[in-house]
T-cell receptor, first 114, second 112 residues
Framework: DTAVSQTPKYLVTQMGNDKSIKCEQNLGHDTMYWYKQDSKKFLKIMFSYNNKELIINETVPNRFSPKSPDKAHLNLHINSLELGDSAVYFC?????????????FGPGTRLTVT | AQSVTQLDSHVSVSEGTPVLLRCNYSSSYSPSLFWYVQHPNKGLQLLLKYTSAATLVKGINGFEAEFKKSETSFHLTKPSAHMSDAAEYFCVVRSNTGKLIFGQGTTLQVKP
Protein backbone atom coordinates (compact mmCIF):
# COMPACT_ATOMS: atom_id res chain seq x y z
CA ASP A 1 0.00 0.00 0.00
CA THR A 2 1.26 3.46 -0.89
CA ALA A 3 1.87 5.51 2.24
CA VAL A 4 1.75 9.01 0.75
CA SER A 5 0.24 9.35 -2.71
CA GLN A 6 -0.10 12.33 -5.00
CA THR A 7 -2.12 12.94 -8.13
CA PRO A 8 -1.35 13.71 -10.81
CA LYS A 9 2.26 12.62 -11.21
CA TYR A 10 2.76 14.95 -14.18
CA LEU A 11 0.90 18.15 -14.97
CA VAL A 12 1.50 20.23 -18.08
CA THR A 13 -0.53 23.38 -18.46
CA GLN A 14 -0.47 26.88 -19.90
CA MET A 15 0.16 30.16 -18.19
CA GLY A 16 -2.91 31.66 -16.61
CA ASN A 17 -4.66 28.37 -15.95
CA ASP A 18 -5.79 27.12 -12.54
CA LYS A 19 -4.78 23.64 -11.40
CA SER A 20 -4.94 21.42 -8.32
CA ILE A 21 -2.70 18.72 -6.91
CA LYS A 22 -4.07 16.18 -4.46
CA CYS A 23 -2.31 14.34 -1.66
CA GLU A 24 -3.45 11.49 0.54
CA GLN A 25 -1.70 9.59 3.32
CA ASN A 26 -2.73 6.32 4.94
CA LEU A 27 -0.19 6.38 7.76
CA GLY A 28 -2.57 7.79 10.36
CA HIS A 29 -0.47 10.96 10.68
CA ASP A 30 -1.96 14.22 11.87
CA THR A 31 0.33 16.65 10.05
CA MET A 32 0.84 17.17 6.33
CA TYR A 33 3.14 19.41 4.31
CA TRP A 34 3.75 20.79 0.85
CA TYR A 35 7.32 21.31 -0.39
CA LYS A 36 8.54 22.78 -3.66
CA GLN A 37 11.68 21.51 -5.41
CA ASP A 38 13.09 23.90 -7.99
CA SER A 39 15.14 23.17 -11.08
CA LYS A 40 18.34 23.16 -9.00
CA LYS A 41 16.82 20.48 -6.75
CA PHE A 42 16.52 22.85 -3.79
CA LEU A 43 13.63 21.89 -1.52
CA LYS A 44 11.67 24.38 0.52
CA ILE A 45 8.54 24.09 2.60
CA MET A 46 5.43 25.93 1.49
CA PHE A 47 2.66 24.95 3.92
CA SER A 48 1.88 22.65 6.80
CA TYR A 49 -1.42 21.53 8.31
CA ASN A 50 -1.90 19.90 11.69
CA ASN A 51 -5.33 18.38 12.30
CA LYS A 52 -6.72 20.44 9.43
CA GLU A 53 -5.31 23.68 10.87
CA LEU A 54 -2.74 25.71 8.95
CA ILE A 55 0.40 25.93 11.10
CA ILE A 56 3.13 26.85 8.62
CA ASN A 57 2.64 29.34 5.82
CA GLU A 58 5.93 30.37 4.28
CA THR A 59 6.33 33.31 1.95
CA VAL A 60 4.31 31.89 -0.90
CA PRO A 61 2.24 33.92 -3.41
CA ASN A 62 -1.42 33.94 -2.47
CA ARG A 63 -2.15 32.29 -5.81
CA PHE A 64 -1.28 29.11 -3.92
CA SER A 65 -4.04 27.93 -1.61
CA PRO A 66 -3.83 24.72 0.40
CA LYS A 67 -6.91 22.93 1.66
CA SER A 68 -7.14 20.09 4.12
CA PRO A 69 -10.60 18.48 4.19
CA ASP A 70 -9.45 15.96 6.79
CA LYS A 71 -6.27 14.72 8.44
CA ALA A 72 -5.53 12.29 5.64
CA HIS A 73 -5.77 14.75 2.75
CA LEU A 74 -4.01 17.95 1.77
CA ASN A 75 -4.64 19.55 -1.60
CA LEU A 76 -2.86 22.41 -3.30
CA HIS A 77 -4.70 24.74 -5.64
CA ILE A 78 -2.78 27.16 -7.82
CA ASN A 79 -4.46 30.08 -9.57
CA SER A 80 -3.18 31.99 -12.58
CA LEU A 81 -0.18 29.76 -13.16
CA GLU A 82 3.11 31.41 -14.09
CA LEU A 83 6.24 30.07 -15.77
CA GLY A 84 8.10 30.28 -12.45
CA ASP A 85 5.67 27.84 -10.87
CA SER A 86 7.25 25.03 -12.89
CA ALA A 87 8.76 22.69 -10.30
CA VAL A 88 8.27 19.39 -8.55
CA TYR A 89 5.82 19.59 -5.67
CA PHE A 90 6.13 17.07 -2.86
CA CYS A 91 3.58 16.24 -0.24
CA UNK A 92 4.76 14.81 3.09
CA UNK A 93 3.22 13.66 6.35
CA UNK A 94 4.30 13.01 9.92
CA UNK A 95 3.07 12.82 13.46
CA UNK A 96 3.23 16.14 15.26
CA UNK A 97 5.64 16.04 18.16
CA UNK A 98 7.91 18.64 19.61
CA UNK A 99 10.93 17.19 17.88
CA UNK A 100 12.60 14.36 16.14
CA UNK A 101 9.97 12.89 13.90
CA UNK A 102 10.74 12.19 10.29
CA UNK A 103 8.44 13.06 7.46
CA UNK A 104 7.32 10.62 4.79
CA PHE A 105 7.24 11.97 1.26
CA GLY A 106 5.02 11.28 -1.69
CA PRO A 107 6.43 10.59 -5.18
CA GLY A 108 6.07 14.20 -6.30
CA THR A 109 4.08 16.04 -8.95
CA ARG A 110 6.09 17.54 -11.78
CA LEU A 111 4.35 20.73 -12.87
CA THR A 112 5.34 22.28 -16.19
CA VAL A 113 3.87 25.63 -17.14
CA THR A 114 4.25 26.62 -20.80
CA ALA B 1 17.46 29.81 13.29
CA GLN B 2 18.47 26.40 12.05
CA SER B 3 20.36 25.71 8.84
CA VAL B 4 22.45 23.02 7.18
CA THR B 5 25.32 23.34 4.73
CA GLN B 6 26.37 20.48 2.52
CA LEU B 7 30.01 21.03 1.79
CA ASP B 8 30.16 19.24 -1.57
CA SER B 9 27.72 19.68 -4.42
CA HIS B 10 29.13 16.67 -6.25
CA VAL B 11 31.01 13.60 -5.03
CA SER B 12 32.38 10.91 -7.32
CA VAL B 13 33.61 7.52 -6.05
CA SER B 14 34.45 4.17 -7.56
CA GLU B 15 32.27 1.17 -6.84
CA GLY B 16 33.51 -0.63 -3.73
CA THR B 17 35.26 2.42 -2.22
CA PRO B 18 34.07 4.40 0.81
CA VAL B 19 31.56 7.21 0.60
CA LEU B 20 31.73 10.43 2.63
CA LEU B 21 29.11 13.14 2.23
CA ARG B 22 29.72 16.14 4.48
CA CYS B 23 27.15 18.22 6.30
CA ASN B 24 27.49 21.00 8.88
CA TYR B 25 24.53 22.31 10.82
CA SER B 26 23.65 25.43 12.73
CA SER B 27 21.13 25.30 15.55
CA SER B 28 20.49 27.22 18.72
CA TYR B 29 19.42 24.03 20.51
CA SER B 30 20.01 20.30 20.19
CA PRO B 31 18.87 19.55 16.66
CA SER B 32 16.98 16.74 15.00
CA LEU B 33 18.95 15.83 11.88
CA PHE B 34 18.17 13.60 8.94
CA TRP B 35 19.65 12.35 5.72
CA TYR B 36 17.27 11.77 2.82
CA VAL B 37 18.08 10.25 -0.57
CA GLN B 38 16.40 11.01 -3.89
CA HIS B 39 16.97 8.70 -6.81
CA PRO B 40 16.42 10.16 -10.29
CA ASN B 41 12.78 11.12 -10.87
CA LYS B 42 11.75 9.62 -7.54
CA GLY B 43 10.52 10.89 -4.21
CA LEU B 44 12.57 11.32 -1.05
CA GLN B 45 13.44 8.36 1.14
CA LEU B 46 14.68 8.62 4.71
CA LEU B 47 18.14 7.12 5.16
CA LEU B 48 18.62 7.82 8.86
CA LYS B 49 17.84 10.25 11.67
CA TYR B 50 19.50 11.69 14.78
CA THR B 51 17.30 12.71 17.68
CA SER B 52 19.72 13.15 20.63
CA ALA B 53 20.12 9.48 21.43
CA ALA B 54 23.25 7.66 20.20
CA THR B 55 25.64 9.92 18.30
CA LEU B 56 26.44 7.19 15.76
CA VAL B 57 23.31 6.51 13.77
CA LYS B 58 22.84 3.53 11.49
CA GLY B 59 20.49 3.75 8.55
CA ILE B 60 19.31 1.71 5.63
CA ASN B 61 21.49 0.25 2.88
CA GLY B 62 24.65 0.31 4.99
CA PHE B 63 24.74 4.07 5.53
CA GLU B 64 25.59 5.65 8.86
CA ALA B 65 26.20 9.12 10.21
CA GLU B 66 27.93 10.52 13.26
CA PHE B 67 26.66 13.54 15.16
CA LYS B 68 29.59 15.64 16.39
CA LYS B 69 28.44 18.56 18.49
CA SER B 70 31.93 20.02 18.86
CA GLU B 71 32.29 20.21 15.09
CA THR B 72 28.58 20.88 14.36
CA SER B 73 28.77 18.13 11.78
CA PHE B 74 26.60 15.22 10.70
CA HIS B 75 28.55 13.51 7.93
CA LEU B 76 27.12 10.53 6.05
CA THR B 77 29.34 7.52 5.35
CA LYS B 78 29.21 4.09 3.78
CA PRO B 79 32.13 1.65 3.72
CA SER B 80 31.61 0.41 0.18
CA ALA B 81 29.68 2.16 -2.58
CA HIS B 82 27.30 0.32 -4.89
CA MET B 83 26.18 1.48 -8.29
CA SER B 84 22.64 1.73 -6.91
CA ASP B 85 23.82 4.40 -4.43
CA ALA B 86 24.10 6.96 -7.22
CA ALA B 87 21.52 9.60 -6.29
CA GLU B 88 20.99 13.03 -4.71
CA TYR B 89 21.52 13.18 -0.94
CA PHE B 90 20.04 15.82 1.34
CA CYS B 91 21.10 16.72 4.85
CA VAL B 92 18.11 18.09 6.74
CA VAL B 93 17.44 19.77 10.08
CA ARG B 94 14.00 19.95 11.68
CA SER B 95 12.94 23.33 13.04
CA ASN B 96 11.04 23.70 16.29
CA THR B 97 7.93 24.52 14.24
CA GLY B 98 8.15 21.15 12.52
CA LYS B 99 9.32 22.20 9.09
CA LEU B 100 12.30 20.49 7.49
CA ILE B 101 15.13 22.72 6.34
CA PHE B 102 17.08 21.14 3.51
CA GLY B 103 20.69 21.50 2.49
CA GLN B 104 21.55 22.20 -1.12
CA GLY B 105 22.04 18.52 -1.89
CA THR B 106 25.04 16.42 -2.89
CA THR B 107 25.03 14.43 -6.10
CA LEU B 108 26.76 11.10 -5.60
CA GLN B 109 28.22 9.54 -8.71
CA VAL B 110 29.44 5.92 -8.54
CA LYS B 111 31.83 4.81 -11.25
CA PRO B 112 32.21 1.14 -12.21
Amino acid sequence: DTAVSQTPKYLVTQMGNDKSIKCEQNLGHDTMYWYKQDSKKFLKIMFSYNNKELIINETVPNRFSPKSPDKAHLNLHINSLELGDSAVYFCASSQWLPRGIEQYFGPGTRLTVT
Amino acid sequence: AQSVTQLDSHVSVSEGTPVLLRCNYSSSYSPSLFWYVQHPNKGLQLLLKYTSAATLVKGINGFEAEFKKSETSFHLTKPSAHMSDAAEYFCVVRSNTGKLIFGQGTTLQVKP
